[in-house]
T-cell receptor, first 114, second 114 residues
Framework: DADVTQTPRNRITKTGKRIMLECSQT?????MYWYRQDPGLGLRLIYY???????NKGEISDGYSVSRQAQAKFSLSLESAIPNQTALYFC?????????????FGPGTRLTVL | AQSVTQLGSHVSVSEGALVLLRCNYS??????LFWYVQYPNQGLQLLLK??????LVKGINGFEAEFKKSETSFHLTKPSAHMSDAAEYFC????????????FGTGTRLQVTL
């Protein structure tokens, strides 16, 4: 079984709809991250969480919110989706030992906002 | 602020030829540097990382990278390309001040031809 899972894998929605993307991990890591990937822009950090009570904004958090329900679960919400939020979204985890951490990525969720 | 620049969004090599993917970094403090690979329809996985121990770092699948402080570079190489190396490659930087937050480059897509 995969260590980092994301649901759904694909989602098509309409402008203005609320969407939740879910991430679960079985690696026992404290740190979790949400990124979006756009062609030609690489990955950009949306939010990150160092433990259940510690949630921080990344470089592009506007229009997004997150919830860390448990050590193993980290959800990303789009309160009112807009077309420029069409992207590939990745969840990642890491051990939290510092700047040399390896991040472990989920398979991604492809979101299309019409 | 830290950043990485990947020169060349697309690189094409023949099977058996040398692979060279370029990455230059900018960081106000000693950096930690990473190369991640993304195979089609998959999440990212770590190829190798520089953590200030040895400047020549060996990774998985025959890849290696050399940290050159004087050139602020961390180029990825492989002596002989294989068809299975076709993927997108991302360089990333972090440091102790960012506590495992990664800043990614824009990616280089490697094509391997017969």
């Amino acid at each position: 079984d995969a260590d980092v899972t994301q649901t759904p894998r694909n989602r098509i929605t309409k402008t203005g709809k609320r969407i939740m993307l879910e991430c679960s991990q079985t690696k026992g890591h404290d740190r979790m991250y949400w990124y979006r990937q756009d062609p030609g822009l690489g990955l950009r950090l949306i939010y990150y969480s160092f433990d259940v009570k510690d949630i921080n904004k990344g470089e592009i958090s506007d229009g997004y919110s997150v919830s860390r329900q448990a050590q193993a679960k980290f959800s990303l919400s789009l309160e009112s989706a807009i077309p420029n939020q069409t992207a590939l979204y990745f969840c990642a985890t890491s051990t939290g030992t510092g700047g040399t951490d390896t991040q472990y990525f989920g398979p991604g969720t492809r979101l299309t906002v019409l | 602020a830290q950043s990485v620049t990947q020169l060349g969004s697309h690189v094409s090599v023949s099977e058996g030829a040398l692979v060279l993917l370029r990455c230059n970094y900018s960081s106000s403090v000693p950096p930690y540097l990473f190369w991640y690979v993304q195979y089609p329809n998959q999440g990212l996985q770590l190829l190798l990382k520089y953590t200030s121990a040895a400047t020549l770092v060996k990774g998985i699948n025959g890849f290696e990278a050399e940290f050159k402080k004087s050139e602020t570079s961390f180029h990825l190489t492989k002596p002989s390309a294989h068809m299975s190396d076709a993927a997108e490659y991302f360089c990333a930087v972090s440091n102790t001040g960012t506590a495992s937050k990664l800043t990614f480059g824009t990616g280089t897509r490697l094509q391997v031809t017969l």
